[in-house]
């Protein structure tokens, strides 16, 4: 079945020990995103390729760099995690909607990242 | 960000009650999706909707894109235990490619035993 996949699940790093999170794709999207989601809260946009475009939201901390190397792929940097960014992390992916009249987003499972 | 407001916050309810919930915008969007998120998991997608006044179900789920554009509601019938978790609407604007979601505040059902 075509899907989004994060690995690993569960992550643990040191404070200020850089971590890499991975997402993958069989979906063949072209539009991937990055999502942090606290407890008991809404998804929170990061940013997002469109293709090869990177687009930065303007709350993203510069601590949060992302990396898509192809089409199926997408990583989550973060440079020195603080205990504040212990979450989860959330990838998701959509088609270009132009011309399609429709959307749908599609979320893996999450990367549950604890910091020590 | 934004976000939309979405109530009820919680539900408690038993098992084979119905269950109602909606999310309200100041602003219009044109596409709304609902999402149901299970401990520990990523948001599972549930319904689309796409037209103005649009009713689509999906199973026991049944969703609205309010005549409005600004509101949304989804309903479930004859709720069951594996209906627990949590369920966030959403709301996009189309932008050329740039779509991003506008997420609401979430609904927590929980089902007393």
């Known amino acids: 079945d075509a899907m989004v996949i994060q690995n690993p699940r569960y992550q643990v790093t040191q404070f200020g020990k850089p971590v890499t999170l991975s997402c993958s794709q069989t979906l063949n999207h072209n539009v991937m995103y990055w999502y942090q989601q606290k407890s008991s809260q809404a998804p929170k946009l990061l940013f997002h390729?469109?293709?090869?475009?990177?687009?930065n939201e303007a709350d993203t901390p510069d601590n949060f760099q992302s990396r898509r190397p192809n089409t199926s792929f997408c990583f989550l940097d973060i440079r020195s995690p603080g205990l504040g960014d212990a979450a989860m992390y959330l990838c998701a992916t959509s088609r270009d909607l132009t011309g399609t009249g429709s959307y749908e987003q599609y979320f893996g499972p999450g990367t549950r990242l604890t910091v020590t | 960000g934004q976000q939309l407001n979405q109530s009820p916050q919680s539900m408690f309810i038993q098992e084979g009650e119905d269950v109602s919930m909606n999310c309200t915008s100041s602003?219009?969007?044109?596409?709304w999706l609902w999402y149901k998120q299970d401990p520990g998991e990523g948001p599972v997608l549930l319904i689309a909707?796409?037209?103005?006044?649009e009713l689509t179900s999906n199973g026991r789920l049944t969703a609205q894109f309010g005549i409005t554009r600004k509101d949304s509601f989804l309903n479930i019938s004859a709720s069951i235990p594996s209906d627990v978790g949590i369920y966030f609407c959403?709301?996009?604007?189309?932008?050329?490619?740039?779509?991003?979601?506008?997420f609401g505040t979430g609904t927590r059902l929980t089902i007393i035993p």
């Open positions: 909707l796409y037209k103005a006044g």
């Open positions: 390729y469109y293709d090869k475009d990177f687009n």
């Open positions: 959403a709301g996009l604007i189309t932008n050329f490619g740039n779509e991003k979601l506008t």
């Open positions: 602003s219009i969007f044109n596409t």
